[in-house]
């Protein structure tokens, strides 16, 4: 299984960044996938997941900024953040909803003015 995290950067607090994840070697179509982030010294948390119905959960500290989708065409999950906050700052990541696979390199995510 491989999962490719793209589309991080540097961003002011208030603003928008859309990264993707692309997944290999998995029935991607039947799973709930997952966003998770860590930041610097602190444990790796979920951030949000979609079901294979199109069934989503956010964390509250995102809720109503972040939103996430899926092309099963293209075995691909994103995540939409807007109203960026300096908290969001982190290595973000996706994997499988409550089956963690091996984890993939992430993409970083830094909000700051």
């Known amino acids: 299984v491989r999962f490719e995290e793209s589309g991080g950067g540097l961003v002011q607090p208030g603003g928008s960044l859309r990264i993707s994840c692309v997944v290999s070697g998995l029935d991607f179509d039947l799973r709930t996938m997952g966003w998770y982030r860590q930041a610097p010294g602190e444990q790796r948390e979920l951030v949000s997941y979609?079901?294979?119905?199109?069934?989503?959960y956010y964390a509250n500290s995102v809720k109503g900024r972040f939103t996430i989708s899926r092309d099963n065409a293209k075995n691909s999950v994103y995540l939409q953040m807007n109203n960026l906050e300096v908290e969001d700052t982190a290595e973000y990541y996706c994997?499988?909803?409550?089956?963690?696979?091996?984890w993939g390199p992430g993409t970083q995510v830094t909000v700051s003015s």
């Open positions: 994997n499988v909803f409550a089956d963690w696979q091996s």
């Open positions: 979609i079901t294979n119905d199109q069934t989503t």
